[in-house]
């Protein structure tokens, strides 16, 4: 699988983003995707994920009530819908496919290559 995301720019704090994550190569649906972060100097962490069809989402806690995964796998594509977006929220923002939809990078086989989130003051 080919992930291609898009997006990311920069944004005041208390705005909104939709990132969008293109699939192909493969069947999109037979994935869960996630969507991960890596702020400079940290490890990249867990944002967000969403089963295969779309039914079932985690989220990790400092985003949850304010970020929205969702899919459309007639359209091989997953969403990051981000509002009331903070500074600490700054970090480059990567997909990822895989055949649980998991919180740990490891269970994730196809990665994209990341795109730009900057939240300023």
């Known amino acids: 699988v080919q992930l291609v995301e898009s997006g990311g720019r920069l944004v005041q704090a208390g705005g909104s983003l939709r990132l969008s994550c293109s699939a192909s190569g493969r069947t999109f649906s037979n994935y869960a995707m996630g969507w991960f972060r890596q702020a400079p100097g940290k490890e990249r962490e867990f944002v967000a994920t969403?089963?295969?069809?779309?039914?079932?989402?985690s989220y990790a806690d400092p985003v949850k009530g304010r970020f929205t995964i969702s899919r459309d796998n007639a359209k091989s594509t997953v969403f990051l819908q981000m509002n009331s977006l903070k500074t600490e929220d700054t970090a480059d923002y990567f997909c990822?496919?895989?055949?649980?939809?998991?919180?740990?990078?490891?269970?994730?086989?196809?990665w994209g290559q990341g795109t730009q989130v900057t939240v300023s003051s």
């Open positions: 990822a496919a895989g055949r649980v939809a998991a919180t740990t990078p490891k269970d994730y086989t196809y």
């Open positions: 969403i089963t295969s069809t779309g039914w079932t989402t």
